[in-house]
């Protein structure tokens, strides 16, 4: 990734956690029927975090507005609900003309039945290799534990 | 508050989605994550991208209709 990131404090993005690691990139919502996956999401980083992986969560209000709240208030609905400790960037666009340069890069990759373009919904996920190659995408109803995703963070640690 | 069948829903249409956000429609999808009995209301326009799922059977609010 060369390109700036800001975390949903405000501040610059520690690159050194993403650098070097595989990133799992999510785009997250509080108020969506798939919130429960932060579950996953978490227990994948604590499960791969001294291997070289992260999480990344990506909070987006573009899907029927599931993500209304401010930096503070999501902050602490993912702490407090699902003991979130995985990096979070500030609230980005993921889909159309304001779409971050982050999913400019991402939304180019295609899904395994090959399709690219638009994120569908709350909660697709994108995986980067450590050398920052976007290496495969996920859509939204693909657990975080699913054997795909396992399979392929696996395949990518360094 | 006028509400239409998601069903009668037209490209052009502008509906309040229920946290309150307005959209234009401007694509409308068949289907919503595998899930054929939706239809999924999208604006992509230079303005915003916003995108609201209904179920085809559920009334959605329209807030203007420009015939």
């Given at each position: 990734m060369d390109f700036d990131l800001t975390g949903i404090d405000g501040r610059p993005l520690d690159r050194t956690d993403l650098e070097g690691n595989a990133v799992l990139v999510v785009n997250v919502?509080?108020?969506?029927?798939?919130?429960?996956?932060y579950e996953g999401l978490e227990r994948l980083q604590q499960r791969y975090s001294d291997a070289g992986f992260t999480v990344l969560g990506v909070p987006c209000?573009?899907?029927?507005?599931?993500?209304?709240?401010t930096p503070e208030e999501i902050q602490q609905f993912c702490s407090t609900t699902y003991g979130t400790t995985f990096p979070m960037t500030e609230k980005l666009d993921?889909?159309?003309?304001?779409?971050a340069p982050l999913y400019e890069q991402l939304t180019a990759v295609p899904d395994a039945e090959g399709e690219a373009g638009e994120v569908q919904w709350n909660f697709e996920k994108f995986l980067i290799s450590?050398?920052?190659?976007?290496v495969a995408r996920f859509r939204p109803p693909v657990e975080p534990e699913d054997e795909s995703i396992i399979s392929a963070i696996e395949s990518v640690l360094p | 508050m006028d509400l239409i069948k998601a069903t009668e829903v037209r490209l052009g249409d502008r509906l309040r989605s229920r946290d309150g956000t307005e959209l234009t429609v401007t694509r409308i999808d068949d289907g919503f994550l595998g899930r054929p009995e939706f239809l999924a209301f999208v604006e992509d326009s230079a303005e915003k991208w916003f995108k609201m799922p209904a179920p085809r059977d559920r009334e959605v609010e329209l807030v203007r209709r420009d015939t």
């Open positions: 919502a509080s108020r969506c029927g798939l919130t429960p996956q209000n573009q899907f029927a507005g599931q993500e209304p709240g993921v889909n159309g003309q304001g779409r450590p050398a920052g190659e976007v | -």
